[in-house]
């Protein structure tokens, strides 16, 4: 079972990559299951749009 720091990881990568699909499944296991992932997904979603309106991301 992946636990909340890879699906925050798998989240954020998703947002910059296709994900295979065993990761999005095994992403969409969790999400099912944890509230605190899934919140963190739908703010990337929109954190994602913010940015790409704003055409300028910030680097790790
Ligand atoms: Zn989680």
Redesign the pocket.
């Known amino acids: 079972m992946m636990?909340?720091k890879e699906?925050?990881r798998m989240v954020s990568e998703g947002l910059d990559r296709d994900l295979a699909l065993g990761e999005k499944l095994r992403l969409q296991l969790?999400l099912f299951i944890?509230d605190?992932?899934r919140n963190f997904s739908k703010q990337g979603n929109f954190l994602r749009r913010a940015a790409q309106s704003a055409n300028k991301r910030k680097s790790d």
Do not use: D, E, L, S
Request: one cysteine or more; hydrophobic letters at 10%.
């Open positions: 636990n909340c699906a925050t969790h944890c605190y992932c």
